[in-house]
């Protein structure tokens, strides 16, 4: 499934905004499979619907769907990444941080 994520993210960052009818024929990947990985790649925060209109929606990628293909290209496990951030997040909260 990692090597679809990778497909699909590098075909937002060569091409810019994309619908997800648009990624399925230029990766000749099947319409249901980039819609499925679409949503949670939308989920996961790492694309952005940019228009939407009735179920039609461009998508172009995130700063964060950025980062992973970055790490995903080098080889780095993704783990390290999502931990930075949730953690990063987490120890930013001036409500969550242990006292001192």
């Known amino acids: 499934m990692s ?3 990778e497909r699909i ?13 648009d990624v399925a024929q230029k990766l000749d990947i099947p ?4 819609l499925a990985t679409i949503q949670c790649l939308n ?18 990628t995130t700063i964060i769907g950025k ?11 993704l783990k ?7 953690l990063g997040d987490i120890n930013n909260d001036s409500n969550l941080k ?3």
């Open 43 to 60: 989920e996961l925060g790492l694309l952005e619907a940019l228009y939407s209109r009735g179920s039609y929606k461009i998508y172009q």
């Open 31 to 34: 319409r249901y499979k980039v």
């Open 67 to 77: 980062k992973v293909l970055e790490k995903i290209k080098e080889k780095e496990p």
């Open 3 to 5: 090597s679809v994520i």
């Open 9 to 21: 993210l590098e075909a937002f960052n060569s091409y810019g905004p994309l619908s997800p009818g």
């Open 98 to 100: 242990t006292p001192a």
């Open 80 to 86: 390290d990444l999502f931990e930075s951030i949730i």
